[in-house]
């Protein structure tokens, strides 16, 4: 399997893979769903990440990336979750968050990205 890198990220958009997105993002290894968007538009629920949190794909790291200026949240809920299955939580703002996927998939560990896009 050939892993999606981010390539590049700016305001609005983001290139994976070689492919552009300008909607926010769950990235895994193998693929990308864009379009991803939250029930609470700045807030990040459990609900959210329900694509991330499936057994059979569950990674080790989930990173989340809070926008370009830090707005999005997460929810305590979700730092619960995360930890109830044993997937550690990074949060950052998203330029930080696509430079610590690539890393830890470099690293090959087992790591997916929430990424919001504006913000």
């Given amino acids: 399997m050939v892993?999606?890198?981010?390539?590049?990220?700016?305001?609005?958009?983001?290139?994976?893979?070689?492919?552009?997105?300008?909607?926010?993002?769950?990235?895994?290894?193998?693929?990308?769903?864009?379009?991803?968007?939250?029930?609470?538009?700045?807030?990040?629920?459990?609900?959210?990440?329900e694509e991330v949190l499936r057994a059979e794909k569950r990674p080790e790291v989930l990173v989340v990336g809070t926008g370009h200026s830090g707005v999005m949240r997460v929810s305590s809920e979700v730092e619960e979750v995360l930890r109830s299955v044993n997937v550690e939580l990074l949060v950052q703002p998203t330029a930080k968050a696509c430079k610590t996927f690539n890393e830890l998939l470099r690293s090959e560990r087992k790591v997916a990205a929430a990424l919001h896009l504006t913000c």
């Fill in 3 to 49: 892993a999606l890198l981010i390539d590049a990220y700016d305001f609005g958009k983001i290139v994976v893979g070689g492919k552009t997105y300008t909607s926010d993002v769950l990235v895994f290894p193998d693929r990308v769903l864009d379009h991803w968007w939250r029930v609470e538009g700045h807030k990040l629920s459990a609900e959210d990440l």
